[in-house]
């Protein structure tokens, strides 16, 4: 895990964002307003022009459920439910619990909010489970697609595009009274981010709540068990380091996480369907994108940079 890691490019597409040092491609993400904090984890736009035809083949391994509306592209994804295809949609995506094939031909345009664990849970009473590898038209959230597809003037910025779905999410949640997710929920969201090492046993000690109350909530909340959650949390964060989308100083940290290189290859294998050194040297342009987005609110939440702040990959 060194500072020699050079992850492949794809060099047909041209985002409008920028890249990376390391010519990663990059999209605007930002943490939410504080008064959405609770629900809304961040918020990003993703703009990528390529040559007409351009199949860009991927995938995703998202630790959140997920608003995306997908305003340009031809898009394909490898759903539990079977292969799925869809064009311009606005969709609420479910948490991942491995690498989700997905697919885009052509120039394509993303924007969404990432929403924060059991927060599809008290806005509409949707089971992250029900979610887990799939999506949804955000009808199942109670928002209206077609104003989610329309609200997005092309002549505007990318800052005026998330303050449009701030200002969408603000008058959902202040008219439904939406309650907060659960506390137990944040602070197991907040362990996985900062310190996904942590035992199971010893995060419900600390919440001072018996394990199986903790796995209960988790498993409502995240779609998945808490060992589960931890155990995506370590494989993301070295994905992102192998991407060149991570701080580099927490590179042998990343490391130590897993008892050795065969433990290490073993669990990044069973969650992303390929070894480390395959994923560095196959251009993920999508991945890249997504874990890049985890990755600054990660570091923000865990106050390794200031919010907005210069990330380390810039």
């Not at 924007?111 to 059991?118: E, N, T």
């Amino acid at each position: 895990m060194s500072r020699q890691i050079r992850p492949a490019v794809d060099r047909a597409i041209a985002p409008a964002a920028g890249f990376t040092r390391q010519g990663q491609p990059l999209s605007y993400n930002r943490a939410p307003a504080p008064d959405l904090a609770p629900w809304i984890g961040r918020f990003y736009v993703t703009v990528v022009d390529a040559p007409a035809g351009h199949a860009l083949q991927c995938g995703l391994l998202a630790d959140t459920a997920c608003i995306r509306v997908q305003l340009r592209g031809e898009w394909t994804a490898q759903t539990r439910d079977g292969l799925r295809a869809l064009g311009r949609a606005a969709l609420v995506f479910g948490p991942n619990t491995k690498r989700m094939a997905v697919g885009v031909t052509g120039s394509f345009t993303s924007v969404g909010a990432v929403l924060r664990p059991g927060a599809a849970h008290v806005l509409a009473r949707l089971p992250e489970a029900e979610l887990t590898d799939r999506f949804a038209t955000i009808d199942q959230l109670g928002l209206n697609p077609d104003h989610w597809l329309e609200m997005f003037d092309p002549a505007a910025s990318p800052e005026d595009w998330c303050q449009a779905m701030e200002e969408a999410l603000r008058a959902v949640i202040a008219w439904r009274g939406t309650a907060e997710p659960d506390a137990v929920s944040a602070r197991f969201e907040a362990a996985a981010l900062a310190n996904p090492a942590i035992g199971v046993g010893e995060f419900a000690q600390q919440c001072g709540i018996e394990q199986r109350r903790l796995e209960r909530i988790v498993r409502r909340d995240f779609g998945m068990t808490p060992k589960q959650v931890l155990r995506r949390a370590r494989a993301l964060d070295m994905a992102s380091h192998l991407r060149g989308v991570a701080d580099d100083a927490e590179g042998e940290t990343l490391a130590l996480r897993y008892y050795d290189q065969s433990h290490l290859i073993r669990e990044f294998t069973a969650m992303f369907g390929m070894s480390p050194r395959q994923f560095v040297d196959l251009a993920q342009p999508l991945m890249t994108l997504s874990l890049e987005t985890r990755q600054a609110r990660r570091l923000e939440m865990t106050e390794r940079i200031a919010p907005g702040g210069i990330r380390p990959w810039q």
